[in-house]
């Protein structure tokens, strides 16, 4: 099962990663509360409702013990999820996926949910794009960065705004002793939301610790900018589990 992030839609975010681990793995992706096909349900968002989402949706399909694939904030709700549902997940990779933010951090999402309401997606769209990829891809790729810019435009500022604050309050240090599946942390050298040091963190609080990729002149949106290294990772990780289970 594949999470996107805050702003992000499953076709925008995990197009080409969907379509190369699909002809191994039986992939699921949707879009979060507030984004893409889904419902614009009224704010405020809490954490608990997309990890509640997340489970009605697996339930829905009868996926006894998926492996959990999030970037960003999907990265979080994976965690989240595999914490409060241990026997529940085969195995989870988080994709600069944060579990708590700095105190900067923490304003600064509150800020941006305060701008695109009053101002709109416009606003912020091409800044957040810009902090979360490596110039090395806006220079080589320029098409690739506006769709990203375009993605992050097309959001409902309401919904947009929610999910922002419910990041602003994120914790996630409290729950993550009780994750119990593999998990695979993957973030690019250049991650602003996820740095090395925040990956360090995570990885000690995880009680069967983590396996650790960094990716090279890549930052937030590795989804995007790196998609095949991505995909190279996940394959890997989750082929180890399948081996493991057999």
């Known amino acids: 099962?594949?999470?996107?992030?805050?702003?992000?839609?499953?076709?925008?975010?995990?197009?080409?990663?969907?379509?190369?681990?699909?002809?191994?793995?039986?992939?699921?992706?949707?879009?979060?509360?507030?984004?893409?096909?889904?419902?614009?349900?009224?704010?405020?968002?809490?954490?608990?409702?997309?990890?509640?989402?997340?489970?009605?949706?697996?339930?829905?399909?009868?996926?006894?013990?998926?492996?959990?694939?999030?970037?960003?904030?999907?990265?979080?709700?994976?965690?989240?999820?595999?914490?409060?549902?241990?026997?529940?997940?085969?195995?989870?990779?988080?994709?600069?996926?944060?579990?708590?933010?700095?105190?900067?951090?923490?304003?600064?999402?509150?800020?941006?949910?305060?701008?695109?309401?009053?101002?709109?997606?416009?606003?912020?769209?091409?800044?957040?794009?810009?902090?979360?990829?490596?110039p090395s891809f806006r220079e080589r790729d320029a098409a690739g960065f506006e769709a990203l810019v375009a993605i992050l435009a097309a959001n409902d500022p309401a919904a947009y705004a929610a999910t922002c604050r419910v990041l602003a309050d994120l914790d996630l240090r409290p729950e993550l002793g009780r994750v119990s599946a593999p998990v695979l942390l993957v973030a690019g050298d250049r991650d602003g939301v996820v740095p090395a040091a925040a990956g360090d963190e995570i990885e000690a609080a995880l009680p069967n610790g983590a396996r650790r990729v960094t990716v090279e002149d890549c930052g937030h949106n590795l989804t995007v900018e790196r998609p095949e290294v991505l995909v190279d990772e996940v394959r890997s990780f989750l082929r180890g589990r399948i081996a493991a289970q057999a």
């Open 1 to 134: 099962m594949l999470v996107h992030g805050l702003g992000g839609t499953s076709a925008g975010i995990w197009a080409s990663v969907a379509d190369e681990l699909g002809d191994e793995l039986t992939v699921v992706t949707y879009d979060l509360r507030g984004t893409g096909g889904s419902e614009r349900a009224p704010g405020p968002y809490s954490l608990d409702d997309f990890v509640g989402d997340l489970r009605a949706l697996a339930e829905d399909l009868d996926l006894a013990r998926p492996a959990l694939v999030g970037h960003s904030f999907g990265g979080s709700i994976a965690l989240a999820y595999a914490a409060r549902y241990p026997a529940g997940v085969s195995a989870v990779v988080s994709v600069g996926g944060p579990v708590v933010l700095p105190e900067q951090g923490q304003k600064g999402m509150r800020d941006r949910a305060e701008k695109v309401e009053s101002e709109g997606m416009a606003s912020v769209a091409e800044t957040v794009a810009t902090n979360g990829t490596a």
